[in-house]
């Protein structure tokens, strides 16, 4: 990908669905930003609406949060802050794709025994994963919007994670469901937000049906039942908390290593727990043209959290083929 496909300001390709760019080469979406000083003042109202809501948002529960936890770097240290700055008492929910990274699991373990935090892993048939990610590697699943945004394997995986957290904290009675998002995965607008029902029924829809065409009825408990969907009033709040708080990769990873994490070498550049992700990353460029990734890293390029020379070595080093082989060959088995 030459220079010149890409935005001058942010890394946005021209090969990205209804990009423009105007006579400097700043793409359109760089021009719609508002800017980082108004995102700052927003950022301090969402951490108030938060710390106000932890002191009202109290249930008889055992857990103030059910964090979905995959042992990345990201979810990590929002686990971080949500015990030791927020002094929260939170249940971790591991969902194993069938791909976590073996460094991953040993971070798994380390941290949450650093932290003393209570653990759920939720393992489902690697049958069942390998035959949902095989299909999702050959056929488009979800909107193309959609995919702007992720890869439609890890739009796959990632719609099963966010079902059985949000199923899990209904059934706990857990007031706070937390997820490790960056500030380029989702805007600070939503990182305090109370879940809308009806408006998760509509999202559940558009990835349980095609799960269900795949797999059939092996996937109905990690979903909201229709009774669920009835009682808007046991839905949880949904808490990102890196969306408005000071996000500064160095000082996150310098921070979780003090609590046992370790920097996985089994895993591609854009993810430092699932060994799918190469496989993943690669259908998706030979299918779409564009990285599933550069949305979410344009975005933190444009928030300044990350410089846009660091944003394209995120995304522009050839890829390893070993890695990609090695996660084909894996997925392409029995299970």
């Not at 301090?44 to 106000?52: A, S």
């Not at 299909?135 to 059985?164: D, H, N």
């Not at 990690?222 to 996000?247: D, G, M, R």
Request: aromatic fraction near 10%; glycine fraction near 6%; proline fraction near 5%.
């Amino acid at each position: 990908m030459s220079q010149q496909t890409i935005c001058t300001n942010c890394i946005l390709p021209a090969t990205f669905p209804g990009i423009s760019f105007d006579e400097t080469g700043v793409c359109n979406h760089c021009q719609k930003y508002r800017g980082k000083k108004a995102t700052g003042e927003i950022k301090k109202k969402y951490e108030e609406k938060f710390l106000d809501l932890i002191s009202h948002e109290k249930r008889s529960s055992t857990y103030d949060v059910l964090m979905a936890y995959s042992g990345g770097k990201d979810s990590t240290y929002t686990l971080d802050v949500f015990v030791n700055r927020y002094k929260l008492r939170v249940l971790t929910l591991v969902f194993d794709n069938a791909f976590i990274s073996p460094k991953a699991e040993k971070n798994i373990k380390k941290v949450c025994a650093a932290l003393s935090v209570d653990t759920l892993f939720v393992r489902p048939s690697p049958k069942t994963l390998y035959r949902i990610f095989r299909t999702a590697a050959q056929e488009e699943l979800y909107s193309a919007k959609t995919l702007e945004r992720a890869s439609t394997i890890c739009t796959s995986c990632i719609g099963m994670v966010k079902a059985i957290v949000l199923r899990t904290a209904i059934e706990k009675e857990i007031p706070f469901v937390g997820f490790g998002w960056s500030p380029g995965q989702a805007p600070v607008q939503s990182s305090v937000m109370k879940t809308n029902a009806s408006l998760m029924q509509t999202t559940q829809k558009a990835i349980f049906g095609p799960l269900h065409n795949i797999v059939g009825d092996v996937i109905n408990p990690y979903f909201v039942t229709a009774e669920q969907f009835a009682h808007p009033e046991k839905f949880p709040w949904n808490i990102h908390p890196l969306s408005f708080l000071e996000y500064d990769e160095g000082n996150i990873i310098k921070r979780i290593k003090e609590i046992g994490w370790e920097k996985p070498d089994d895993t591609d550049p854009n993810s430092s727990n699932c060994i799918l992700n190469a496989f993943a990353n690669h259908v998706h460029r030979k299918k779409y043209n564009f990285h599933p990734y550069v949305w979410e890293i344009a975005n933190m390029v444009r928030e300044g959290v990350m410089t846009r020379d660091e944003g394209l070595e995120k995304i522009e080093p050839p890829e390893d083929q070993k890695m990609v082989e090695y996660s084909k060959e894996k997925l392409m088995a029995d299970g």
